[in-house]
Nanobody
Framework: QVQLVESGGGLVQAGGSLRLSCTAS????????MGWFRQAPGKEREFVAA????????RYSDSVKGRFTVSRDNVKNTGYLQMNSLKPDDTAVYYC???????????????WGQGTHVTVSS
């Protein structure tokens, strides 16, 4: 059973940057693909990015491509989401997830963190 804990969220002005972290415990982090999702108030959870277990393959949603970068450090059991050029539309609760997948559907992931809030002011 893998436990995931996100950190790094906060309030930032439009155009600014944040780096989210997702630290895993209780399992072998390196066997899982890792995904990042977000959910804004009143909206469904949406895919943001995913990275393969060795960090070779990465996927991004069109809305964040070129602005966000996903990475991981399996020695530290931690994944990262570097978010640059943030926009007010990026405001959401951000979740990391782990599973034997790189798909964009939340149901394909087995383990989830509790989420971290990101607010981008205009």
């Amino acid at each position: 059973q893998v436990q995931l804990v996100e950190s790094g969220g906060g309030l930032v002005q439009a155009g600014g940057s944040l780096r989210l972290s997702c630290t895993a415990s209780g399992g072998t982090f390196g066997v899982y693909g890792m995904g990042w999702f977000r959910q804004a108030p009143g909206k469904e959870r949406e895919f943001v990015a995913a990275i393969s277990r060795l960090g070779i393959t990465k996927r991004y949603s069109d809305s964040v491509k070129g602005r966000f970068t996903v990475s991981r450090d399996n020695v530290k059991n931690t994944g990262y989401l570097q978010m640059n050029s943030l926009k007010p539309d990026d405001t959401a609760v951000y979740y990391c997830a782990a599973g034997y997948t790189l798909e964009s559907r939340p149901r394909d992931y087995d383990y989830w963190g509790q989420g971290t809030h990101v607010t981008v002011s205009s």
